[in-house]
């Protein structure tokens, strides 16, 4: 079964910087497009930034040149260094990682799935 474990969220000043991850394990032979979403109170969830399998990335507008999203594909890791925050970058971050392509155990089907990290707090204070 493939779980998406994410790790790096925390407190942070304005103008501070940190660093999400999100690690894909399970029997997995391969992996499509990554992207980091974040949701705030009372807001819908919105995309940040996507990466696909060849290493092209979009941004969206309220993060560009301050949020840079990478990949590690011999670990099946997404990661997102997020520079000069903002208050307004407060929210709980999520992987989402598709066409996960896994199987149960050796010997057994492959199949394909997409899937959701657990999320992540992200507090920048002013």
């Known amino acids: 079964q493939v779980q998406l474990v994410e790790s790096g969220g925390g407190l942070v000043q304005a103008g501070e910087?940190?660093?999400?991850?999100c690690a894909a394990s399970g029997s997995i032979f391969s992996i499509g497009d990554m992207a980091w979403y974040r949701q705030?109170?009372?807001?819908?969830?919105?995309?940040?930034?996507?990466i696909n399998n060849v290493g092209n990335t979009e941004y969206a507008r309220s993060?560009?040149?301050?949020?840079?999203?990478?990949?590690?594909?011999?670990k099946n890791?997404?990661?997102l260094q997020m520079n000069s925050l903002?208050?307004?970058d407060t929210a709980v971050y999520y992987c989402n990682i598709k066409n996960i392509k896994a199987r149960s155990a050796p010997g057994t089907s492959w199949y394909q799935v997409d899937s959701w990290g657990q999320g992540t707090q992200v507090t920048v204070s002013s």
């Open 17 to 21: 910087s940190l660093r999400l991850s």
């Open 40 to 50: 705030a109170p009372g807001k819908q969830r919105e995309l940040v930034a996507t």
């Open 63 to 74: 993060v560009k040149s301050r949020f840079t999203i990478s990949r590690d594909n011999a």
């Open 77 to 79: 890791t997404v990661y």
């Open 86 to 88: 903002k208050p307004e």
